[in-house]
């Protein structure tokens, strides 16, 4: 209960208060009763969401699941220790939330149209000229909490299918393209090459990741997408031909394509 739990918890942060001088007496009922009414509040969001997620399937109910941070975030297959401590691809969601796998029909993978990191770890396609500076500064990337830059880096293929793989993706929703814009040259990483040799793969030693040099095919550039552009076909040619490559490369259907910040900045392909 709440009340035994206050009684092991509160002797313990009296002392760190006293040790940093803290002049605040931690009061049990004070405390007790005032976390009691928060309870009040919320105990009608609570359940055993299991079952609830369960029976709602087998009403044949349509069910969105988002997961949270990226795949090489994972804790198994991200590049440890660089990692959350969670599971981050697909497979989390069963985990997190008591669902049969086989309940999961579609899995869309979300990826920029350029690759980017916060905090430390390898990252292959990490730019830092003038190309990385206008993917940080148009793209906004910047931490939601910290205002911590984001690392920003050319699209790394190789990452993208290692996720997908690992997710069993289906469908991709590729966000940020309008970033890209006023760049002359845009590059897409199709391998990686490590000791003289050229590989497609991710590898699974993140000594050897820190090791790799991407190997790049070149776009040309777009000027501008259109913002209310309702179509792929609306979209700038060179805008096309690099969707296209990404389409083609990783063998699965694009079904959205952001081109703007706001919502209906969006094309879905249907």
Not at 33 to 41: A, D, F, M, N, Q
Not at 57 to 77: P, R, S
Not at 87 to 100: D, E, R, S, V
Not at 258 to 266: A, L, N, V
Request: with cysteine; aromatic share 8%; charged share 30%.
């Amino acid at each position: 209960t709440l009340k035994k739990k206050l009684e092991l918890i509160l002797p313990i942060k009296q002392k760190i208060f006293d040790v940093k001088e803290i002049e605040k007496k931690l009061e049990k009922k004070e405390i007790l009763e005032k976390y009691l009414e928060y309870g009040k509040k919320l105990k009608k969001y609570i359940t055993s969401t299991h079952v609830k997620l369960n029976k709602e399937i087998k009403k044949g109910k349509n069910i969105l699941l988002e997961g949270a941070q990226g795949t090489m975030l994972d804790v198994d297959f991200g590049t440890y220790p660089f990692t959350t401590s969670s599971h981050t691809i697909a497979g989390g969601a069963c985990i997190g939330l008591g669902i049969g796998p086989q309940h999961i029909n579609d899995i869309i993978g979300v990826v920029k149209a350029y690759t980017t990191r916060v905090g430390e770890g390898p990252m292959p396609t990490e730019l830092f000229d003038k190309n990385g500076e206008h993917l940080q500064q148009h793209g906004h990337e910047y931490g939601t909490t910290t205002s911590r830059p984001r690392r920003c880096g050319w699209l790394d293929l190789i990452v993208v299918k290692h996720s997908c793989t690992l997710s069993g993706v289906t469908k991709l929703a590729v966000t940020k393209l309008d970033v890209l814009n006023g760049l002359k040259t845009v590059k897409i990483c199709t391998k990686y090459k490590i000791d003289g040799e050229e590989i497609d793969y991710f590898p699974a030693d993140i000594e050897d990741v820190k090791k790799c040099k991407p190997v790049y095919k070149e776009f040309k550039g777009w000027k501008k997408i259109k913002p209310e552009s309702e179509t792929l076909e609306e979209l700038p040619v060179e805008a096309k031909n690099y969707l296209k490559y990404i389409e083609k490369t990783l063998q699965i259907p694009i079904s959205i394509v952001s081109i703007g910040p706001s919502r209906r900045e969006t094309i879905e392909i249907v």
